[in-house]
């Protein structure tokens, strides 16, 4: 979007009118399930920013939930997309295959962790491929058994409720679970103070005394929903070097953590982890639904024909798009911007940590930051805090997430398109809304 101004504008109160009609329109016909955070209707996004119905301009620290990686209206992605439609908009790659989806295969081969020989599979969301990950971890080992972590989001069908961890909203009411889906414990640094090796063995010990040897390990590099946890250094390369030992399958959930997210393609590069299957969604078709599995060509053909697909997998504008993307974040240096908006929101966050003990730690790597916030003194989390701040900066203009099994971190995810006068401004207003939830 050329002419989307790029720059905070506050036109009306937040939500402003028009917003209020809209927001009553969707009350009275969509289901109440569906939450939204932001109360506005978006018209427009793109670079740092997403305008409103009422002409009011945000600053996105969201990027719809880690999505819009390059931005919400990118020129390469836009473009593709238009000529793609303009050709054909679906056949099926089942029934007609075309190229594209055999382009992002060999992309996703060639920028996924490790030199081996990789296949892949491309579906919708990530929840579907985490879905897909399973089935074809178990056909590989032909166990059933699978581990997922404390603290884990893995999605909302019925196989990736199991894996994730957090009951409510997740999970609550919707049992019966899928079976054969075990819990271990994650390296939690600021929590648990363990090294990587030690919160290790605590996870091993309880896969081996508690499941076996499982078909998989599911594990998120840095953890999205659960809070933006960063497990301790040397904590993945131990579970992946003791999944290898026991002919386990080593799956990483980068759906979003992957893409370019933290400054590197994925996450498990910053602990030098190959994955045996890497899960990729979010970040990789720039607002497209397009999700993949991507392994060991061994691993990946010991499903047989025809036991993978779906009729929407590998979409052609989707695939259009996710090639774009990536074309995006090689030429315009992507990965460094990310880098950059770590040194630049850490120094800020960890300067506003060092004047308010109620901000227990900073964390996470490249676009993807957090604020974990605490009571001072017990450490307890406190989530009525996160509330009202992530409150305060939308009512200030700036689009904020909360995550967290405690509800208690606030979360930052920008477009690496962002400049920094926006986030500069966007961290003015976070730190206003601290100030003035001192008083609330
Ligand atoms: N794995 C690591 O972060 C999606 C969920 C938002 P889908 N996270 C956002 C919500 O409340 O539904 C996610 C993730 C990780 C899997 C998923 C699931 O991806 O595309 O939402 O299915």
């Known amino acids: 979007m050329t002419d989307l101004r790029q720059a905070r504008h506050l036109a009306t109160e937040i939500p402003g009118p028009r917003s209020r009609a809209l927001m009553a329109r969707k009350t009275a016909t969509v289901a109440s399930g569906v939450g939204t955070t932001m109360p506005v209707f978006a018209t427009r ?93 178990r056909a590989f080992t032909g166990r059933q058994a699978v581990v997922a972590f404390d603290h884990a989001y893995h999605g909302r069908t019925n196989l990736t409720m199991a894996l994730t961890a957090k009951s409510l909203p997740y999970k609550h009411g919707f049992g019966p679970f899928a079976p054969e889906v075990y819990r271990a414990p994650l390296s939690y640094p600021f929590r648990d103070g363990l090294d990587g090796a030690a919160a290790a063995r605590r996870a091993i010990e309880v896969i081996e005394k508690q499941v076996g040897t499982p078909a998989a390990v599911v594990i998120e590099p840095i953890q999205g929903e659960g809070g933006f946890i960063v497990p301790a250094h040397g904590f993945l390369p131990a579970i992946a070097a003791w999944c290898r030992a026991n002919g386990v399958v080593f799956v990483a959930d980068e759906v979003q953590s ?77 990965l460094d ?41 017990t450490g307890e989390p406190d989530a009525e805090l996160a509330r009202v701040v992530s409150a305060g900066a939308r009512t200030r203009g700036v689009i904020v997430l909360t995550c967290g099994t405690y509800g208690n971190v606030l979360r930052l995810l920008p477009p690496l398109t962002i400049s920094d006068e926006l986030l500069h401004d966007g961290l003015d207003m976070l730190a206003d809304a601290f100030r003035a939830g001192l008083n609330s």
């Open 45 to 137: 996004a793109g670079g740092g920013v997403v305008e409103d119905v009422d002409g009011n301009v945000l600053i996105d620290f969201g990027s719809g939930i880690a999505v819009t990686t390059v931005g919400a209206s990118a020129p390469r992605v836009i473009e593709a997309v238009r000529e793609q439609a303009e050709a054909f908009t679906h056949t099926c790659f089942m029934v007609t295959p075309y190229e594209s989806y055999v382009a992002v295969a060999e992309q996703l081969a060639r920028l996924t962790p490790g030199s081996h020989e990789k296949r892949s599979v491309l579906v919708n969301s990530g929840a579907e491929a985490v879905e897909n990950a399973v089935k074809i971890a």
């Open 258 to 334: 992957g893409f370019g997210r933290t400054g590197q393609w994925f996450a498990s590069e910053h602990e030098n982890v190959v994955p045996d299957l890497v899960v990729t969604a979010k970040g990789i078709a720039g607002g497209l639904p397009l999700s993949a599995v991507t392994g060991r060509a061994e691993i990946m053909d010991a499903v047989h024909a025809g036991g993978l697909g779906g009729t929407y997998g590998g979409n052609p504008i989707a695939c259009a798009a996710a090639l774009a993307v990536i074309e995006t974040i090689e030429a315009d240096g992507l």
């Open 337 to 377: 911007r990310a880098r950059q908006i770590e040194r630049l929101v850490t120094g800020r966050l960890i300067r506003l940590q060092e004047a308010d003990k109620r901000i227990g730690d900073v964390r996470g790597r490249g676009a993807m930051i957090a604020l974990e916030l605490v009571h001072p003194g």
